[in-house]
């Protein structure tokens, strides 16, 4: 477990130096607001509503579809690093989960699920 | 835990920062050096001979600009998302093995911050992460341009998560291990006795989808969709200025050098020198020459990355989605089950 105390370390040391950053950034810039300077960026133009609307049900198809895809590759790790010590009977039975992973990977895509246009 | 153990990490973690953070500085110049060449202009010049000065008198500007903050904004988030992008991507590289373990004064010292069993699930982990700095600052921003940046930027890149995972687990399968230097050492071997036996030789099509994995999950051009600059001005970062930018450019140019170091970790053979085994060379020199691969080999992957950038155009967004989820991962499935067929029967 002794491996993990030096990654603390290093976590730390590198959140460390953003805020060193930030914060000699905050010493030394000015500040000097105006409401003008603190609008919304909109190309020069008066901000039409908020930026926080709803936005196209895609995103949410693809979050979904990674949370699935991911909990598959999960279970694919431990596989691959037994992999020698599970021989044939370990590969038939991983090459029978992929072949149910890729059913469903062709109904998602047979679905539309992936169309973008 | 002993003092010793305490010192030797932070050495080794401040060695690593000074390095990173010096090729940071200097890479900006290297690609605003070679987009010139590509583009037939001179490049920075003035700072300094040949501009070498450059990055720094940019870094020294970034500290003197005003934050400016959008009053429409959530100011909290839009602080942190900067520190997480930059934590992220500074930390990454604790897992990496930069040279062969050597022996000094009767101790072991490992070239590597953290020596964990788990060293690919901890990229991983980490590169995941990163997410979260591009889509809170998107969010936080409350702008239409940043939010577009985010959204874009957090599907781009879970979904070429999925085949940089699936790409990894041929070497996994080679090597047996999720330990990196257990990989880098398993790469020492020769093919017939003459061939390293580099993963990039065993895994051409897991080495391609890495690649170009890799290249979505730091956001560089051809798949820098989050932050393209003629449709959506800055994307994630629009509303940013000085140092709080400046964190994420410098998480930009760290998480390359990570990736880079990662890909040549598993695939180009790591700190692997081929044949100096077979010299009788002093150990310190072997350390030094393996070192010195290492730090070719990601230099050069940094000029690839580079070259790419500055030749070829950007994807469309919907281009860039059927390239992940209709071309990588059944290619990268398809990998998993060629390896395995040719471990067991070769």
Same mark, same amino acid.
């Given at each position: 477990?002794?491996?993990?105390?030096?990654?603390?370390?290093?976590?730390?040391?590198?959140?460390?130096?953003?805020?060193?950053?930030?914060?000699?950034?905050?010493?030394?810039?000015?500040?000097?607001?105006?409401?003008?300077?603190?609008?919304?960026?909109?190309?020069?133009?008066?901000?039409?509503?908020?930026?926080?609307?709803?936005?196209?049900?895609?995103?949410?198809?693809?979050?979904?579809?990674?949370?699935?895809?991911?909990?598959?590759?999960?279970?694919?790790?431990?596989?691959?690093?037994?992999?020698?010590?599970?021989?044939?009977?370990?590969?038939?039975?991983?090459?029978?989960?992929?072949?149910?992973?890729?059913?469903?990977?062709?109904?998602?895509?047979?679905?539309?699920?992936?169309?973008?246009? | 835990?002993?003092?010793?153990?305490?010192?030797?990490?932070?050495?080794?973690?401040?060695?690593?920062?000074?390095?990173?953070?010096?090729?940071?500085?200097?890479?900006?110049?290297?690609?605003?050096?070679?987009?010139?060449?590509?583009?037939?202009?001179?490049?920075?010049?003035?700072?300094?001979?040949?501009?070498?000065?450059?990055?720094?008198?940019?870094?020294?500007?970034?500290?003197?600009?005003?934050?400016?903050?959008?009053?429409?904004?959530?100011?909290?988030?839009?602080?942190?998302?900067?520190?997480?992008?930059?934590?992220?991507?500074?930390?990454?590289?604790?897992?990496?093995?930069?040279?062969?373990?050597?022996?000094?004064?009767?101790?072991? #010292?490992? &070239?590597?911050? =953290?020596?964990?069993? $788990? @060293?690919?699930?901890? +990229?991983?982990?980490?590169?995941? *992460?990163?997410?979260?700095?591009?889509?809170?600052?998107?969010?936080?921003?409350?702008?239409?341009?940043?939010?577009?940046?985010?959204?874009?930027?957090?599907?781009?890149?879970?979904? #070429?998560? &999925?085949?940089? =995972?699936?790409?990894? $687990? @041929?070497?996994?399968? +080679?090597?047996?291990?999720?330990? *990196?230097?257990?990989?880098?050492?398993?790469?020492?071997?020769?093919?017939?006795?003459?061939?390293?036996?580099?993963?990039?030789?065993?895994?051409?099509?897991?080495?391609?989808?890495?690649?170009?994995?890799?290249?979505?999950?730091?956001?560089?051009?051809?798949?820098?969709?989050?932050?393209?600059?003629?449709?959506?001005?800055?994307?994630?970062?629009?509303?940013?200025?000085?140092?709080?930018?400046?964190?994420?450019?410098?998480?930009?140019?760290?998480?390359?050098?990570?990736?880079?170091?990662?890909?040549?970790?598993?695939?180009?053979?790591?700190?692997?020198?081929?044949?100096?085994?077979?010299?009788?060379?002093?150990?310190?020199?072997?350390?030094?020459?393996?070192?010195?691969?290492?730090?070719?080999?990601?230099?050069?992957?940094?000029?690839?990355?580079?070259?790419?950038?500055?030749?070829?155009?950007?994807?469309?967004?919907?281009?860039?989605?059927?390239?992940?989820?209709?071309?990588?991962?059944?290619?990268?499935?398809?990998?998993?089950?060629?390896?395995?067929?040719?471990?067991?029967?070769?």
């Amino acid at each position: 477990m002794s491996g993990y105390i030096p990654i603390f370390f290093m976590i730390s040391a590198a959140a460390g130096l953003g805020l060193i950053l930030y914060g000699l950034f905050k010493v030394l810039g000015p500040y000097r607001p105006n409401t003008e300077k603190q609008s919304t960026y909109e190309s020069g133009m008066t901000p039409v509503r908020s930026a926080r609307e709803r936005f196209s049900v895609k995103y949410y198809m693809v979050a979904v579809l990674f949370i699935l895809f991911d909990i598959e590759i999960v279970f694919l790790y431990p596989w691959a690093v037994n992999f020698h010590a599970l021989g044939l009977f370990g590969y038939v039975e991983m090459v029978v989960f992929i072949l149910i992973l890729l059913a469903g990977y062709f109904y998602i895509l047979k679905k539309g699920a992936l169309q973008w246009d | 835990m002993s003092v010793e153990f305490i010192v030797e990490a932070l050495v080794k973690i401040g060695l690593v920062l000074v390095i990173n953070l010096t090729t940071v500085a200097y890479l900006v110049l290297a690609e605003r050096k070679i987009s010139a060449f590509i583009q037939n202009r001179l490049g920075p010049n003035r700072v300094g001979p040949w501009g070498l000065f450059q990055s720094f008198a940019d870094i020294g500007k970034l500290f003197f600009k005003e934050d400016i903050v959008p009053s429409a904004a959530n100011k909290f988030v839009h602080t942190l998302a900067p520190l997480i992008s930059i934590t992220v991507a500074m930390s990454t590289f604790a897992v990496v093995p930069f040279g062969n373990t050597f022996a000094f004064n009767g101790h072991d #010292y490992k &070239l590597m911050i =953290g020596d964990v069993n $788990i @060293g690919i699930l901890f +990229i991983l982990a980490m590169t995941s *992460l990163g997410v979260y700095g591009i889509t809170l600052s998107g969010w936080a921003s409350n702008n239409k341009y940043s939010l577009l940046g985010g959204l874009r930027a957090s599907a781009q890149m879970i979904s #070429y998560e &999925l085949s940089m =995972g699936l790409s990894v $687990i @041929g070497v996994v399968m +080679i090597a047996g291990s999720l330990q *990196l230097d257990k990989i880098v050492i398993k790469q020492g071997e020769y093919l017939w006795g003459v061939i390293p036996a580099w993963n990039i030789v065993l895994q051409p099509i897991g080495f391609i989808t890495f690649l170009i994995a890799s290249f979505a999950e730091t956001n560089r051009l051809p798949f820098d969709l989050p932050e393209a600059e003629p449709e959506l001005v800055g994307g994630y970062h629009t509303e940013y200025s000085g140092m709080k930018f400046g964190l994420f450019f410098l998480a930009e140019y760290a998480n390359m050098i990570t990736a880079s170091a990662v890909i040549v970790t598993l695939y180009l053979g790591g700190w692997q020198f081929p044949f100096v085994e077979r010299f009788a060379l002093p150990a310190l020199a072997v350390t030094l020459l393996q070192m010195g691969a290492f730090a070719v080999k990601v230099a050069l992957l940094l000029f690839f990355f580079m070259v790419v950038r500055w030749t070829i155009p950007r994807f469309r967004y919907d281009q860039l989605m059927s390239l992940g989820w209709k071309v990588m991962i059944p290619l990268a499935l398809g990998n998993i089950i060629v390896t395995g067929f040719f471990l067991l029967f070769h």
